[in-house]
């Protein structure tokens, strides 16, 4: 995977670090938070996501790792390969959750094309994090 990323998003979330990280740690999170998935089957430090709508990545496996102020997805499986960074950093009014999405140097894909697209969806969908971490 390339180490610069192909775009990065941020939202304040009134939120602990300790509790947005929790929630991006749990797969079964994303059916409340990505709307498009419709099924989360969870293994070992891996689960399994089905989206509803045609996508680029209909199935997809997605590896969690946490650490201190920060969690990654590491998806495979798919149609693109991606790694997708949450750092959390915590501010007076809660937690600043960044975002970062990085894809291999050669994916045959027009990256650079379905970037602006997918930087709307990815930060719609942090938005969306942002407001269920605070309630």
Do not use: C
Not at 76 to 102: C, K, M, N, P, W
Request: hydrophobic share 45%.
């Amino acid at each position: 995977m390339t180490n610069t990323a192909v775009f990065t998003n941020e939202v304040l979330a009134q939120a602990t670090v300790a509790d947005s990280q929790k929630v991006l740690a749990d797969p079964q999170a994303l059916l409340k938070w990505v709307p498009d998935i419709t099924t989360v089957a969870a293994g070992a430090n891996a689960f399994e996501v089905t989206r509803q709508d045609a996508a680029l990545n209909q199935h997809e496996r997605i590896t969690v790792t946490a650490t201190a102020g920060q969690v990654t997805y590491e998806s495979t499986q798919g149609r693109l390969a991606y790694r997708l960074v949450f750092t959390l950093t915590a501010q007076e009014a809660g937690t600043r959750i960044r975002e970062a999405l990085y894809v291999p140097d050669h994916t045959g894909l027009p990256i650079k094309l379905m970037a602006p697209i997918a930087k709307r969806a990815f930060y719609q969908n942090l938005t969306r994090l942002a407001q269920i971490v605070a309630s």
